[in-house]
């Protein structure tokens, strides 16, 4: 499991519509954040991938997706102090596999919520 | 009360406004610092809840503005994460009267908003 919706869950105190809602935003704008971070890595633009991760940072807490945490904070700390396009991209990488599975789980706990 | 929250991230944004309402307040959103020095004009809000990192205007820019309007009082929470946490002393300089820290805990975010809930009233 890549995800753990407690937090989300406690927020949402029982409104599955708003669980809902939640999981269509992470689901729909994360691949977003990933296409701009890899767009400014191309254009060596270190500041923009700074502070896109920074803003994107609090929506995999809400999703529960602890195992991301590290490798964001390394994505932050490379794009200010390190600046290694190579080590850079390896971070990216990795971080859009972990949130490609992880998405999987939440299309299917939204798929679930939408049924019942 | 009405709180208008502003921050650019729209999870956190839903989070709050969600959460706030259901304690009863009215909520009015903006994703930045200059649209919402225009929600301030027309809603005069009673609290304002902002995120520090903003495009176009940050936070520390927005509570500046709040601060020195001598027709407005009203009292700011800034949002920070962790990482930000040296930047409070800043923002209490300009004039900050609160904080929260991300990820948000819900129980802490209504305590400290009825801290202001009761001088309002």
Redo the contacts between chains.
């Keep these: 499991m890549h995800t753990d919706l407690s937090y989300l869950n406690e927020i949402a105190d029982g409104n599955d519509e708003f669980i809902v809602e939640m999981l269509e935003m992470f689901i729909d704008k994360t691949p977003e954040y990933f296409f701009e971070i890899k767009k400014s890595l191309s254009e060596s633009n270190y500041e923009q991938i700074k502070s896109a991760t920074h803003k994107v940072k609090p929506t995999f807490a809400f999703m529960g997706i602890d195992k991301a945490k590290p490798l964001i904070v390394e994505i932050e700390r490379n794009a200010v102090e390190i600046r290694n396009p190579e080590s850079l991209n390896e971070l990216i990488v990795e971080l859009e596999t972990m949130t490609t599975e992880a998405i999987n789980e939440l299309e299917q706990h939204r798929d679930k919520l939408k049924t019942n | 009360m009405k709180i208008l929250v502003v921050d ?5 944004i ?2 709050i406004e ?2 706030l309402k ?1 304690l009863g307040h009215e909520v009015v959103t903006s994703s930045d610092g200059k649209e919402a020095m225009d929600k301030i004009e027309q809603e005069n809000p009673d609290l304002i809840i902002s995120d520090i ?1 903003m495009p176009f205007m940050s936070g520390f820019e927005l509570l500046s503005l709040v601060k020195t309007d001598p027709n407005r009082k009203i009292p700011v929470m800034l949002i920070s ?1 962790l ?1 930000e946490i040296q930047v409070i002393d800043t923002a209490i300089e300009i004039g900050a009267d609160d904080f929260i820290i ?2 948000i805990n ?1 129980n802490e975010l209504t305590l400290r908003v009825n801290r202001f809930s009761h001088k309002t009233e």
């Design positions: 650019d991230e729209e999870m956190m839903k989070t969600f959460h259901k990192m994460s990482d991300k990820p819900l």
